[in-house]
């Protein structure tokens, strides 16, 4: 069952080939989604830091390390980029939209 899916040399190696495997395909998938969200995600196009837009590490880094100091970080970023805060959210995104529908009137 095993043997149809992994190369021969994995399967000689016994577990240090199947740990070999898992971590190789952990780093592909994890390239893989870093591209997805820096250059195919739907909200790809707006501004922001590439580490954020890519990895919320961003902001694991300023909560956890610098003891909560993301929400200060929050600010700055918001008046320098004005929207992408990390991978799969916007910020200002409602008063964007009220500005664009509000000036089209």
């Known amino acids: ?8 040399w994995m399967l000689r190696q016994g577990y240090v080939g199947l740990a070999v495997a898992t971590l190789l395909s952990s780093l592909i998938y ?3 989604l870093i591209v997805y969200r820096l250059f195919m995600s739907p909200i790809a196009k707006f501004p922001g830091p590439r580490i954020a837009a890519a990895t919320h590490y961003y902001e694991f ?6 003891q909560g100091q993301y929400i200060f970080k ?3 970023l918001h008046e320098k ?4 805060l990390n991978p799969i959210s916007l910020t200002g995104f409602l008063n964007l939209c009220r500005t664009h529908h509000s000036n089209q009137s």
């Open 1 to 8: 069952m095993i043997s149809h899916v992994l190369p021969p």
């Open 30 to 32: 994890a390239g893989c």
């Open 61 to 66: 880094y300023y909560n956890w390390w610098l």
């Open 74 to 76: 929050l600010e700055e």
């Open 81 to 84: 980029y004005g929207m992408r």
